[in-house]
C-alpha cells in the first residue's frame, strides 16, 4: 500500500477509537507545525496557525480545550489535509450532466480508489450515495442501473405497482 495511505489509514483507525496516547506516538508538534511523527514532509504537515475549522482556527497552543481535545482535533485536520493532497493527486474531478449535474471524483490510480473509499469512512457517508426509489433511504449502488436498497424493497415496489395496475385494470373492466 502507499506508504502515505497507509499512514492516513492508521491515523483514520487510532482517530476513530479516539486513542489519544496512540495518536500522541503517531502524530509530532513543532512550534507551528503538526505532522507525523518521523515523516517530517511537507506533504503531510501542515502550519497550526493557518488552517481553519468550521468553528476557528486551530490554536497554536492547546488551550483552552484540554490536550487531549486538541490531539484529536489536530489529528483529524491532518488526516482531512492528508486525504485532500492525495485526492487533489491520484484523482479528478468530472460534472455528471445526466439527471442533474452532480459533481464526482474519478479515480485515475489504485491508490486514488482507496483515497475516495477511506474518505467516504472519514465523512461517515459514501460520496456515491443514491436514493432508493422504493423507501426514500441513502445507500450504495454496486452497479449503476441499480434503483433500490435491497431485494426486499424492490419486491415490495413492484408488488404495490402490480396491485395499483390490478385496481386500474378492475375499475375499467367495471365501468
Given at each position: 500500500?502507499?506508504?502515505?495511505?497507509?499512514?492516513?489509514?492508521?491515523?483514520?483507525?487510532?482517530?476513530?477509537?479516539?486513542?489519544?496516547?496512540?495518536?500522541?506516538?503517531?502524530?509530532?508538534?513543532?512550534?507551528?507545525?503538526?505532522?507525523?511523527?518521523?515523516?517530517?514532509?511537507?506533504?503531510f504537515s501542515f502550519a497550526l496557525g493557518s488552517?481553519?475549522?468550521?468553528?476557528?482556527?486551530?490554536?497554536?497552543?492547546?488551550?483552552?480545550?484540554?490536550?487531549?481535545?486538541?490531539?484529536l482535533r489536530a489529528s483529524r485536520e491532518l488526516?482531512?489535509?492528508?486525504?485532500?493532497?492525495?485526492?487533489?493527486?491520484?484523482?479528478?474531478?468530472?460534472?455528471?450532466?445526466?439527471?442533474?449535474?452532480?459533481?464526482?471524483?474519478?479515480?485515475?490510480?489504485?491508490?486514488?480508489?482507496?483515497?475516495?473509499?477511506?474518505?467516504?469512512?472519514?465523512?461517515?457517508?459514501?460520496?456515491?450515495?443514491?436514493?432508493?426509489?422504493?423507501?426514500?433511504?441513502?445507500?450504495?449502488?454496486?452497479?449503476?442501473?441499480?434503483?433500490?436498497?435491497?431485494?426486499?424493497?424492490?419486491?415490495?415496489?413492484?408488488?404495490?405497482?402490480?396491485?395499483?395496475?390490478?385496481?386500474?385494470?378492475?375499475?375499467?373492466?367495471?365501468?
Amino acid at each position: 500500500m502507499h506508504s502515505a495511505l497507509s499512514s492516513l489509514n492508521h491515523l483514520w483507525q487510532k482517530l476513530s477509537e479516539q486513542d489519544v496516547r496512540s495518536l500522541e506516538k503517531i502524530i509530532e508538534f513543532d512550534t507551528d507545525r503538526v505532522f507525523f511523527r518521523g515523516e517530517k514532509q511537507d506533504d503531510f504537515s501542515f502550519a497550526l496557525g493557518s488552517v481553519e475549522f468550521a468553528e476557528a482556527p486551530l490554536p497554536v497552543s492547546p488551550a483552552p480545550e484540554s490536550e487531549a481535545e486538541f490531539t484529536l482535533r489536530a489529528s483529524r485536520e491532518l488526516l482531512l489535509f492528508g486525504l485532500s493532497h492525495l485526492l487533489h493527486e491520484h484523482c479528478r474531478p468530472w460534472l455528471r450532466i445526466a439527471k442533474g449535474p452532480q459533481l464526482r471524483l474519478m479515480p485515475i490510480t489504485l491508490i486514488g480508489s482507496m483515497c475516495i473509499m477511506l474518505s467516504e469512512q472519514v465523512l461517515g457517508k459514501p460520496l456515491g450515495t443514491h436514493r432508493c426509489e422504493g423507501c426514500g433511504k441513502q445507500f450504495t449502488r454496486h452497479h449503476a442501473r441499480r434503483k433500490y436498497c435491497s431485494d426486499a424493497c424492490k419486491a415490495k415496489v413492484f408488488r404495490r405497482n402490480r396491485i395499483k395496475s390490478e385496481e386500474k385494470l378492475d375499475g375499467k373492466a367495471t365501468k
